[in-house]
């Protein structure tokens, strides 16, 4: 056995023993780590064992994977993500600086647990390059948001889809696009929010007056025919931002809110990365066209085969019977992987999905399946023939 690993075995044992004392080390969130990116905060594990001891053990080492996946996700340009290997337990455990609990529960065969893991960032470096895997740890400037549920003419902070709880729920403070979450004041009314997340400058400029200038993101939550409905409006560290999301409410509102928060997150996160991966125009962007980040520390891949790369499409259709043609025909298009839709409305979807290969390779494969892909200022839009 390689003495690495039996390191890391004595220091996960001692973890073990240690546990009960994280309340006096505190959190991530002390000044020695905080804006680390390869910090995750609030990771939550839910292991079975035949004991305790085998449980809690698991727990951990469930927390490091997911946490490592959350740096990885981080730091690895967009275009690389689904290039990545499958990184071994004991690679990965070697890479563990430390972990700390904000909570946890245990019984003699379970262990639930909120945990934050600290991983040390020359050791997840000198991995990356060992694999050939780009990475940039720029990060984009810190932002406010502001997370607000509509209902009918009434505007709230949490309703009993905890809105805000899901964004509070997020590791902001270590994302490559932090942010602080903020309440909204007592005088806020839903018919500014409604003009601002409309589009409408006058009624953004009046909230970022009360929340203080600078790069602020207003965050409305709403339940509309079974789907939690977001919206993103505002100004990030890119610039101004538009982004609308659903997702399906299936009877429990607080995991949908949880589900939409985070998938708002990424959408800020990959608004970030896209731009220091240094996009050339807008239909680039959204098919993902791009160069390793400016100025990031990076390594060369050795691979030589074509990067898969995230497309961003908005499809119109004529009705709901056209639109599920179209989806099941897009899913048999040799080349394109992980459909997933967006944002589904009366007669357009927005989606993405894998292709590797550039842009005149895509439409081609989609013009043999009696599609026609075109760029409508800076969009990609997706139709039948």
């Keep these: 056995m390689r003495f690495g690993r039996l ?44 004991n305790a001891v085998a449980a809690r053990a698991n727990g951990m080492l469930q927390a490091e994977m997911r946490g490592f996946k959350v740096v990885l996700e981080r730091i690895v340009p967009l275009n690389m993500q ?94 490559v696009t932090p942010g602080t979450i903020l309440r909204p004041q007592a005088d806020l009314d839903a018919a500014t929010v409604r003009a601002a997340v409309s589009g409408d400058g006058d009624a953004l400029a009046v909230l970022q007056g009360a929340y203080g200038y600078g790069g602020l993101v207003v965050a409305v939550g709403q339940v509309k025919d079974g789907q939690f409905v977001t919206t993103l409006a505002g100004e990030d560290g890119v610039g101004m931002i538009t982004f609308k999301h659903s997702n399906p409410v299936g009877g429990d509102t607080k995991k949908a809110a949880r589900v939409a928060a985070a998938a708002s997150l990424a959408a800020i996160e990959s608004r970030w990365k896209l731009e220091e991966a240094g996009a050339a125009t807008p239909t680039e962007a959204a098919y993902g066209e791009n160069p390793p980040a400016r100025g990031a520390e990076t390594a060369q891949p050795t691979a030589t085969r074509e990067v898969a790369r995230r497309a961003v499409a908005l499809v119109e259709f004529s009705g709901l019977r056209d639109w599920q043609q179209i989806r099941s025909k897009l899913t048999q298009i040799a080349g394109i992987q992980g459909l997933e839709i967006d944002s589904l409305q009366a007669r357009r979807a927005a989606i993405s999905f894998e292709f590797a290969g550039p842009l005149d390779r895509l439409q081609a494969a989609l013009g043999q399946s009696g599609f026609v892909l075109e760029d409508r200022d800076g969009t990609l839009v997706l139709r039948s023939q």
């Design 82 to 175: 689904q290039q990545l290997p499958d990184f071994t337990k004991e690679e990965v455990e070697l890479l563990v600086s430390g972990i700390a609990v904000r909570k946890e529960q245990a019984s003699t065969t379970r262990y639930i647990a909120l945990l934050d893991v600290r991983f040390d960032p020359y050791a997840v470096k000198q991995l990356l390059t060992s694999y050939g895997i780009p990475f940039s740890e720029n990060r984009a400037p810190a932002v406010s948001i502001l997370p607000l549920m509509l209902s009918g003419e009434g505007v709230f902070v949490q309703g009993p889809e905890q809105w805000h709880q899901a964004w509070e729920d997020l590791d902001l403070s270590h994302s």
């Design 7 to 50: 390191e890391s075995l004595a220091r996960r044992l001692s973890l073990l023993g240690l546990l009960g004392l994280t309340a006096l080390g505190g959190t991530l969130g002390g000044a020695n780590a905080a804006e680390s990116l390869f910090d995750v905060a609030k990771v939550a594990v839910d292991t079975k064992a035949k």
